[in-house]
């Protein structure tokens, strides 16, 4: 074991020297080192190539103009960081190294800045498939996870202290403290850190806001002019900035006045328990993101958009349905749809997407079926109908020239013959793909339905009919155009016949399909074997 | 219904109780404040005549008298029913337990002064009530309530801590053994064991007093009602409890010679303490009560207490004590005794700032989910959550239910086990530190309570791990672990850099090392961290779970267990993120112990102290280094990267896909490791419209299967998918996108494949 860490450790030595030279000296272990370390994987390749891989991206981040700001506050923080420990050392004081963490904090949240400044310059790669914003997250999550570990080595330090509180040196205290809150309110307002101040606003309140709103909107009671300034809830970082500068003065009155050296122990415990209150909800909210949950304030749209689909015809169910965040903001998800066996995959998959589509940008939808090898059909036809083109527009008047519309009335009232369960006591789908009788109007397609029975007006799904219309009227308005939708259902009858056979040769599936598929997308209603669904339709 | 929710959310004043206006009130406030400053001089002067009169007796004649005189005022036997027998019992109970706080009261009383009594002891039930409302349930009221709490504790531990009460003095005052009664040595002696100084005893004492009477005002609501009010109960139970106490008086008063000269001119001072400690205040609080609301009673009531406890405190020069003992014994150092410090100025001030916002009535900030609005345009709330959640089982049984999960499953059991060994140590360390007075020991000891914090996280991913998916975590908790292993990396991050720290501030100025203690501390921490590697090495060629490292050659796990061998082969076999992360932290604890060893030897044998620093840096470093391989895969985790040991196998897997019968292209494939046993992936597929999609969806599965994706969607389509899609979508640039798509897609079913 010695020896393989000893040669573990000679190997590593080597090639870690050059990445010293350039961050590795000058940060202590930063989560920029550790996540491009993650990423660019500096020691598999030679050593040259990754010190040259990381200069390149960062000169690639160099080349902002913007990033040159950030720099020049990172050089900054990190004098102020050495000064203030420094003075941490020589006035033995617990308060202040505690509000140094917070300025190494702005220093790691500077960082974070960098990197999304990266992310956003970076395409997706192949491994990295969703490309790199989770990084931000990470970083993140990183920097608020690595200052509460900051915290609490001060909690333990300070425990230590109680029992032996040494003599703190109050020279350096105050100078130190109002360096550091200058410098880290210079940080924070100057800077726009994007990340951060997503989180920040999309975080869960911190006891410590929580409190400080609770005062002050007592205080907008007697001053309202102070609203603007603290009243929704104010920014964690400049609270605790603020909070723990106001606390390391205390400590220094009451050290200078009554020699109460206890009293910096106390304040750094206060210091650090405030920042474990500020980081951990901004900690909790970017860990989710990076568990691949779903966001708890998507959840009520989202169970909205998913009872809307669960209502479409043909729907049985959705089921593992994943979603989730990529970065902070962008929703991905996946899910499975169970549709009845003579529904048309594609017209449901593209009725789902469309639906879920303006919430969940990177979606994919499965279709499922059960039993789709079973012939859905008793008889088999033998089709006659022509190969039709391919495209659905032709589809639509190939049939629809070619099939009298007259067969569609006795098929809706045949005994049924159901593989699945019918939704009887479901509420009326939103638009039904072929109701008869309904459809006799030629170009607006499920439009009516649609607009009669859609209960959500407002949800920014506008539904485009007209536009719908509009495309597919292209090819309605052909020849036999203006004579219902379901009369394809025939076509259904000759597709699915066709599948029960099973025949694995392509030609064959190619003429049985090509001529079946566009029907197949409203074809519910064959002769043979009519669904059930049109029972709540029935006079 | 609207009504109902609007008013509860709606925390304006408007909208919440109707407070009267103070002007009407003023007499009921005049008559408090007048009440509660009688009972505060009240108080200073039974602590007076506390110092001659026995305990016992003093209560007794105090209940004695109130009796009497509530049996005047009240007639509790000629007027209203009957008692029966049982209710006599019940009062007995009550008389007993009465007896019992206000001798703990009073015995507080004895050992820390009559203003800290007053500041501790005289809480209205409504305060502490939500105090301890705060305390111990989650709904306490919204964060006003929080901060009460938080001041009314500040407080108490400015009184134990800050407030330097001539310590010494009253310890030097009270040798054991000179105490009057069994009952009072036995509480002294109580508090001598605790060790610590009597007044800090009664402060305890007197919050746990508290606590005490405020349960048992709660539990004798209902014996009030039963005997028909609270004002009859009271005389009744002044009149048991001197009856209860009578037989003790008896026998107390041969038995102990009284230091009491003349009770006669103690007449006075007991009829002042009985009428304005027990009846006045009684009476004055009773009918408070009734006019105002109780929480404004308790408001004003506490801040006159309290400010006339701090005045009379400033004032009060012992008139009465001096005028008694200059009878019998020459007057002492009397007056330094409980005197006013900045301890208990602060946490007087502490006390009336948490009364009052404890006290002040509770605004409903309950939290409601907003659902929406009513017709009218008010917003409707739900507040199904919060009642859902006190249905929250008892903690005992919460324990066990939790020790039976992680005893189910190895790598839980494994850290259970080992944290147990852990903190024993820690234990056996800090308990032989206090004993031994040795300071190095105590914050060794300290150091490997934080080291646990580690260990305890990995615990709760390991159990987190098998809960059940949610709603929220929709995939399952698999991939807690894998975070917990990037967080303990981190943790090993930040130990190494404070090591590094540390020892580079020494090697510039290495300090004098006392090595007596080190080498048992060392060698007992290297043997339990000893018996952690083994138990965690062996878990790791148990895991069987697929590991999230590959590629073992490059990352090291700094351990030459067997696991590396197989692992190349199957893909599994190595452990977790989690238990990596815990096993390292175990390493680096072990090497902390060696390094320690090391460096006292070479201390010892040739005074290097230098070596000291250089074996730390030595250690930070290969900590720094080991961690670094964990944290690049938990990175890598959880950027979502294709799992790497996978890699190879997903894209001979695509190009499969690819000649599959009827596919013509893919895109958007995602591939990523969600936890240890589970790889997600999404793909969709362009397919002709002539092929059935289930079975392309069939096949595709059965073939990422194979390349090891075990939770898989994908999205078939076809032409018309297209179609429909820049059908239903609005925009232009959608439709144009759309209509690029599916040209692009018939363009490829003539037969040239551009991918």
């Not at chain 1, 994987?41 to 190539?49: A, E, I, L, N, Y």
């Not at chain 1, 259904?492 to 029907?519: C, E, I, N, W």
């Not at chain 2, 009428?275 to 109780?294: D, G, Q, R």
């Not at chain 2, 950027?639 to 190009?655: F, V």
Request: hydrophobic residues 45%; charged residues 15%.
């Amino acid at each position: 074991m010695c020896r393989c860490l000893k040669k573990f450790f000679f190997c590593r030595l080597y090639h870690t020297t050059p990445l010293g030279g350039s961050i590795g000296q000058t940060l202590p272990p930063s989560p920029l080192y550790i996540l491009l370390i993650g990423t660019i994987h500096p020691f598999r390749k030679t050593h040259r190539s990754i010190f040259g891989k990381l200069l390149q991206e960062f000169r690639l981040v160099a080349s902002d103009r913007r990033s040159w700001r950030i720099l020049l506050f990172g050089t900054l923080n990190l004098l102020c960081t050495g000064c203030l420990l420094m003075w941490c050392s020589s006035t033995n004081s617990m308060a202040l190294t505690a509000y140094t963490y917070l300025t190494i904090f702005d220093l790691f949240s500077l960082i974070t800045c960098l990197i999304s400044s990266w992310v956003t310059m970076k395409k997706p790669s192949q491994v990295y498939s969703f490309g790199f914003e989770r990084l931000e997250v990470l970083a993140v999550f990183a920097s608020t996870v690595l200052v509460q570990l900051g915290a609490l080595f001060i909690l333990k330090e300070s425990v230590e202290r109680f029992m032996e509180q040494p003599e703190v040196h109050t020279g350096r205290l105050l100078v130190g403290t109002f360096v550091a809150l200058f410098f880290n309110l210079l940080t924070l307002l100057s800077v726009r850190n994007k990340p951060f101040a997503f989180v920040s606003e999309a975080a869960s309140s911190s006891w410590l806001q929580e409190h400080v709103a609770d005062l002050s909107r007592s205080l907008c009671g007697i001053i309202p002019g102070l609203s603007s300034v603290l009243l929704p809830r104010m920014n964690p970082f400049v609270l605790i900035n603020v909070a723990g500068a106001l606390s390391l003065c205390i400590t220094y009155m009451l050290i200078e006045i009554n020699n109460y050296n206890a009293v910096d122990t106390a304040s750094a415990v206060a210091i650090a328990l405030m920042t474990f209150g500020t980081m951990y909800p901004m900690s909790v909210y970017s860990g989710k993101v990076l568990l691949q949950t779903t966001p708890s304030h998507i959840i009520g749209q989202l169970d909205k958009l998913l009872r809307e689909v669960s209502t479409l015809d043909g729907v049985l169910e959705v089921r593992n349905e994943h979603f989730w965040t990529v970065g902070f903001g962008s929703l991905a998800g996946s899910a499975h749809v169970r549709i009845r066996r003579d529904a048309n995959e594609q017209l449901v998959l593209a009725h789902v997407t469309n639906r879920l589509l303006p919430l969940v940008s990177t979606l994919t939808v499965q279709i499922f079926k059960d039993d789709w090898t079973r012939p859905l059909l008793t008889g088999a036809l033998t089709s006659s109908s022509p190969a039709a083109p391919l495209g659905s527009a032709e589809g639509y008047s190939s049939l629809s020239s070619s099939l009298p519309p007259l067969l569609l009335s006795p098929g809706s009232e045949l005994d049924p013959l159901t593989s699945t369960p019918s939704k009887l006591s479901s509420p009326p789908p939103e638009f039904s793909f072929d109701t008869p009788g309904r459809n006799v109007q030629p170009m607006v397609l499920p439009a009516p339905g649609h607009q009669a029975q859609r209960p959500y007006g407002g949800l920014g799904l506008a539904y485009g009919a007209p536009p719908y219309a509009g495309m597919l009227g292209q090819g309605l308005a052909r020849p036999g155009g203006g004579l219902g939708l379901g009369v394809q259902g025939l076509g259904a009858g000759f597709g699915l016949g066709m599948a029960g056979s099973s025949v694995p040769s392509s030609q064959s599936y190619r003429t049985a399909f090509s001529g079946s598929t566009a029907p197949l997308r409203f074809g519910t209603s064959n002769l043979l074997a009519p669904q059930s669904q049109y029972r709540q339709y029935r006079p | 219904m609207e009504d109902k929710y609007s008013s509860n959310v709606l925390s304006g004043g408007k909208l919440g109780m109707v407070e009267v206006p103070d002007s009407r009130l003023t007499r009921y406030i005049v008559l408090l404040v007048i009440s509660k400053v009688l009972k505060a001089l009240g108080i200073f002067e039974s602590y007076d005549i506390l110092k001659v009169v026995h305990i016992v007796q003093f209560i007794f004649i105090l209940k004695l008298g109130s009796a009497v005189i509530l049996l005047f005022f009240q007639k509790p036997f000629s007027s209203g029913k009957v008692i029966s027998k049982r209710q006599w019992i019940k009062l007995l109970k009550h008389a007993v337990f009465s007896c019992v706080i206000s001798l703990l009261g009073f015995f507080g009383l004895t050992l820390c002064g009559p203003l800290r009594t007053l500041l501790l002891f005289e809480h209205s039930d409504v305060v502490v009530i939500a105090l301890l409302g705060v305390l111990f349930t989650n709904s306490g009221g919204g964060p006003s309530k929080t901060r009460g709490a938080a001041f009314f504790i500040i407080a108490v531990i400015c009184l134990l801590l800050f407030d330097n009460d001539d310590l010494m003095a009253k310890m030097a005052e009270h040798p054991e053994g000179h105490h009057d009664s069994a009952l009072t040595h036995f509480l002294y002696t109580a508090i001598a064991f605790l060790g610590v100084a009597d007044h800090k005893g009664g402060v305890v004492l007197l919050v746990a007093s508290l606590c005490l009477k405020v349960g048992f005002h709660t539990a004798s609501r209902k014996l009030s009602v039963e005997i028909g009010g609270a004002k009859r109960l009271y005389a009744l139970d002044n009149l048991v409890s001197a009856m209860v106490l009578l037989p003790w008086v008896i026998v107390l008063s041969p038995t102990t010679e009284s230091k009491v000269e003349s009770w006669s001119s103690l007449v006075l001072p007991f009829g002042m303490i009985i009428f304005s400690v027990m009846i006045l205040e009684f009476y004055v609080e009773a009918i408070c009560c009734a006019k105002m609301e109780t929480p404004r009673c308790a408001r004003y009531g506490a801040i006159a207490l309290f400010l006339s406890a701090l005045l009379l405190a400033n004032f009060w020069t012992h008139p009465l004590t001096d005028q008694l003992r200059s009878i019998g014994k020459p007057p002492q150092q009397v007056s330094t005794e409980h005197v006013l410090s900045g301890g208990v100025l602060v946490s007087a001030i502490f006390f009336i700032m948490s009364s009052s916002i404890l006290s002040s009535p509770s605004k409903k900030g309950q939290k409601g989910t907003l659902v929406g609005y009513s017709p009218e345009g008010t917003p409707l709330y739900n507040f199904m959550g919060d009642a859902l959640q006190h249905t929250s089982q008892s903690l005992p049984r919460f324990i066990k239910d939790s020790l039976k999960q992680i005893l189910e499953e190895y790598d839980s059991r494994q850290i259970f086990y080992f944290l147990c060994l852990n903190l024993a140590f820690t234990f056996v360390e800090l308990f032989y530190g206090v004993w031994t007075n040795s300071l190095g020991l105590i914050s060794d000891g300290f150091h490997m309570l934080f080291d646990c914090s580690a260990l305890v996280l990995g615990l709760f991913a390991a159990l987190m791990t098998r809960w059940k998916a949610t709603r929220i975590f929709s995939y399952g908790y698999g991939r807690v672990e894998i975070l917990s292993g990037f967080i303990n990396g981190l943790f090993l991050m930040v130990i190494a850099f404070f090591v590094f720290m540390e020892s580079v501030t020494r090697l510039l100025d290495p300090p004098n090392i006392n090595t007596d203690m080190l080498t048992p501390v060392s060698v007992g921490g290297l043997l339990v961290n000893l018996v952690g590697i083994c138990a965690f090495s062996h878990a790791h060629s148990h895991g069987g779970k697929s590991c999230s490292s590959q590629d073992h050659g490059h990352s090291h796990h700094g351990h030459g267990h067997g696991g590396h061998g197989h692992s190349h082969g199957s893909g599994g076999g190595g452990m977790n993120a989690n238990m990596r992360g815990v096993f390292l932290h175990v390493l680096a604890d072990t090497l902390g112990s060696v390094g320690v060893i090391i460096s006292t030897i070479l201390i010892r044998q040739f005074g290097w102290l230098i070596a000291d620093p250089i074996c730390s840096l030595f250690i930070a470093t290969l900590i720094f280094l080991s961690v670094i391989p964990l944290l690049k895969d938990a990175c890598e985790v959880l950027l979502l990267r294709t799992p790497p040991e996978h890699e190879k196998d997903l894209n001979s897997a695509l190009e499969k896909i690819e000649k599959i019968e009827g596919v013509l292209s893919y895109r958007d494939p995602h591939f990523w490791r969600h936890s240890a046993n589970m790889i997600a992936g999404t793909i969709h597929l362009q397919i002709m419209s002539d092929v059935v999609e289930q079975r392309i969806i069939q096949q595709v599965t059965a073939i990422l299967k194979d390349a090891g994706v075990n939770n898989l969607s994908v999205q078939v389509e076809k032409e018309a998918y297209f179609q429909h899609m820049s059908g239903l979508s609005t925009g232009f640039q959608e439709v144009l996108a759309m209509t690029q798509q599916m040209e692009s897609m018939k363009y490829l079913n003539d037969g040239t494949r551009i991918m």
